[in-house]
Every structure is written in C-alpha cells, then in structure tokens.
C-alpha cells in the first residue's frame, strides 16, 4: 500500500502519532534525553490507551488540598462514596465511580485504580428544543484523586501520573488558594494545550459575597489565559449548597456523549511533546548549501591539499619537457639537469595502482591542517544557521566526522588525476625537425668553411665559393643555421610558457573536480543528508502539532 493510500485510511489522530514517532526518531541523538524520554512515553501511553476502552471516558478530579474535592465528586455523583473529613489529607488513593461497567476493568488496571465503585443512575445530557432527545453518558469513569499539593509523596505521585493519563482534567479551586503560584505553574500552565479537555471549577463560592463572585471569576480567568488556556471553561459552584453542580454534570456529560475526549486529550499531548521537541518556537527548514559555499570549500581544501604546487609542477614540467624536445639541440642537455617537479611529486608515472597511487607532496603543516578544519567548520556552521543549537552541532559534526580520512582521500584523488603529464604538443615534432635541419645547415656551411680554410692554408687551388648577394654560401648556411636555432629557441620558450600556462589551468580545473568529488563524498553530502533529516523532522514536528 502506498503511503498516500495509507494516510487516507488513517484518523488524524493516527497521522500526529505516527508524525510525532517520525520526527522522535528522526531527533535521535539530536534531542536532549529528557525530550526524547517524553516523548516515546507519550507515544508508549497513546498506544496502551487506544487500545482499551474507547466507551468509556476517564474525568479526573485534581485539587489542592482544602479545595473539597472529594465534597464535590459526592455532589456530582449523587452518593456519598467518596470520604469527606476535616483531617487533611482525605483522600489517599484514587476512587472510581463507574457508569457501565463493562470493559471497564482493563482501562482501570492501567490507571492503577483499584477503589471503583460501580453506579447505576448515569449523568444525563439535557434535550435540546423541542424535539431534542436526551442522552444518558454512560461509559463515564469519575475519579477523585489524591490532593497534588499533598505533604505526603506517594499522593502527589499519584496525582501527577493520572494528570498524564486521565481523558478530561477538571481542576477543582478553591476562592483562598485559587491564585496559588504552584498550582497553575506545575500543574495547570504545563498542560494548557489541554483545553479542549480541560475545565476549571472554582468551588466552595458560598464563602463569596454576592459582589465578590464576579470579580474573583473575572480574576481567575486572566489567571488561566496567562496560564495559556484559551477560551477557559470556568464554572463556579458549591457542594454544600448544590450551586453550580447541575450545570458541571452538563458539562462533563457532554464531553462523555462526545466520545472524542479520549482522542482529544492525546492529540493535546502529542501537541505538547512536539512544541517542546522544536523548543516551544516555530523553526524553518533549512535550505542546502549554496553552490558559492561548496566552492568555496573545495577551493580552500583544495589549497590546503597541495593543489596549487601541482599546478605549478604542470607549469614547469610542461616547460622542461618541451626545451627538451624544441629547444636549440646543443643546449638541451642543460634541462636535463633540472629535476622534473611532477616526477618528484610522483605524479609522471603511467604504471600506478590507483588505490594504492599516492603523491610525494609534503605532509600538511599545523597551518595548512588548521586551514582545512577551518574551511570544513566555517563551511557546516553556514549550513547549519538558523536551526537549533542540537541541529547544528550535529551537523558539524557530519561534516567533520570523516575529517581523519580526509587528507589520504584528497591525496589520492590528486594522484590519480590525469594531469597530462606525459603529454606533449603537437609543435613540437615539428619544431624539432626545424632545430635539427638548422643545426645540420649550420654544420654543413662550418664544415664547408673549414675545408675551404685548410685547402687555402695547403695552398690548393679550388675554384671560389657560391655567392648570394655577395655572401659565400657556407657562410650564409653557418650563419642562418645558427640564427634559425636561436630564433627557434626563443620562439619555442614563449610557445611553452603559453601552452604551461593553459597545461596548468586545464590541470587545475581537473585537479579541482577531483577534490570536488572527494569533499562531496565526505563533506558535501553527509552535511545535505543532515539537513534533509533536520527538515523531515520539522516537517513532521509541523504534522504532529497539527
């Protein structure tokens, strides 16, 4: 099945879960522990509660101590199962008042609730209009839990699970302490995503004057709003006169005949997870590195490799090679005692093993080292900007993290280049041909000279030379011989320079492509692949916050 037919058949639910295990897998190693500890429990607990009831809904009560808390489940209830005493604390250990029973007991083993008590006359959601009908909210769990600001432990333990696993928060305050700093900061503010299953009750509103209702309301709901709750759902009501308590057994019906809370609740969690994994802020997705930023490392690398002195050798190299074969014949043995730069960079021999084939260049220097760490660094702290302190140093450490093998593979790649070395010009057979004509013109006309000189000074009598313009044929032949050569030679010394100069450059973008492939392999691409998974993880934190 392909993913997009995939998605089609999944909840919406199921695609946040399934884009928040994405993206807590995509963050390994690049999230801190607690973060990625969180969130695979809150996937841990999406799966254990999907996979119970979904018929029933788990509403919580969570209050400090005083609140009347336990009062108030009676008062929902209708029964008095839940202990009600002056001594604090009441309530140790969670109670259950359970409307249908079936299927219950899984989901209760889960909450680690044993205390149920099961009831028989479920809340009623009132008709609407005339031809309204009314709805009984069975499948309701309501649990009166211990006190969270409990002076003993195990109670605040308790309290604290069940804040994380129960489908509906009903937070119960009470008019002296609901302004408490630690219970909005550790319980309410951490989890005010939850707002669709959230609801606030401000109880005991008896002990307020008439005046004195509407501006405490009024000042607890600029509470929760800073406490991040939108649109706060604030009933105030009393246990002990009734005021209030049919209108919260509407409230908490209606969420049960929904039959949504359950989803809504681990939606608000898998929300919550993936803002904290992004670091509570919206971040962008990174774009690959510019072309401008690639060459600018391999230019760099490429220097501190050694690059520039094999292009200098090619230069030189190039130069000698065609003296060698252009230059005037008497004077080209004076190249031969120059040493050839490539061949003492081992960079002229045609039998080579390529895996094996290593230049001679020097070992890099601290400067030259120094140099290529900077250029790697400089090079994954562009690419990483803009994203999350984890984010770049995992991608530093990407780029860096073949940076031991780095120096061997440029060299070979530098040995393994085609560089031309062995490589001459097409003029310089021709130019040679020329020199070696010019030297046997010269020869001859000297050789004529000289036989002409000795049959003079044996005093032979042999008729006189030819002439050309007035000048003796061997001696015009000496005398161009001689000038050819030269001329030749200074010709061929130009035409070298230029064609060492184009040698090189053809050598160098050689050379360059070569190092390009190699910081491609080892730098380029780890540092794309990095980035692409930083992108899929935001990508996917964007899914799973919905």
Known sequence: MSRRRSESVLSPLELRLEALKEATELGNERLGSQESAASWAVLERAAARRTLSSEHTVVGFFGATGSGKSSLFNAVVGEDIARVAATRPTTS???????????????????????RRFLDSPLR????????????????????????????????????????????????????KYADAAVHHDFIKPLSAHGAVTLVVLNQIDKLREEQRAPVMTSLRSILERDGLRNPRLIGVSAVTGEGIEGLRQEIAKVVTARSAASNRLAADVATIAYRLGEGHSVEE?????????????????????????????????????HKKTGWPL????????????????????????????????????????????????????????????????????????????????????????????????????????????????????????ALAAVQYLQ???????????????????????LLGLVLGVLSGIAARIGGSGRARKARKSLLSAVASVVEETVVGPVDAEINRHNQFIGALRRARG
């Open 93 to 115: 250990r969670p109670l259950a008042g359970i409307w249908g029973a079936q299927g219950s007991d899984p989901l209760l083993d889960w909450l680690e609730v044993n205390d």
């Open 125 to 176: 959601l009132a008709k609407k209009g005339v031809f309204g009908s009314e709805k009984e909210a069975n499948g309701l769990i309501l649990l009166d839990l211990p006190d969270f600001d409990s002076k003993i432990l195990a109670n605040r333990e308790i309290a604290t699970k069940l804040a994380g696993q129960v489908d509906v928060l009903i937070w119960v305050l009470d008019p002296q």
């Open 286 to 322: 990174l774009k690959t590195p510019s072309d401008n930023a690639k060459r600018e490392l391999i230019q760099n690398l490429a220097t501190a490799s050694g690059v520039d002195t094999v292009v200098d050798a090619v230069r030189t190299s190039y130069r000698l090679d065609a």
């Open 331 to 450: 004077t080209r043995w004076l190249s031969k005692i120059r040493p050839d730069p490539l061949r003492r960079l081992n960079l002229k021999s045609t039998d080579v093993n390529p895996k094996l084939n290593r230049t001679s260049l020097p070992a890099a220097g601290l400067a030259q080292r120094a140099q290529a760490d900077s250029a790697v660094r400089a090079f994954a702290d562009g690419a990483g900007a803009g994203a999350p302190e984890p984010w770049k140093a995992s991608i530093r450490r990407e780029a860096r993290r073949r940076g031991q093998e780095l120096p061997d593979r440029l060299d070979q790649a530098i040995a393994n280049t085609d560089v031309k070395a062995t490589k001459g010009s097409w003029w310089w057979p021709l130019v040679s041909v020329i020199q070696w004509i010019s030297l046997a013109t010269a020869l001859a006309g000297a050789l004529w000279l000289g």
């Open 460 to 482: 032979f009598s042999l008729p006189p030379a030819p002439k050309v313009e007035g000048i003796p044929v061997p001696t015009l032949m000496l005398i161009l011989g001689i």
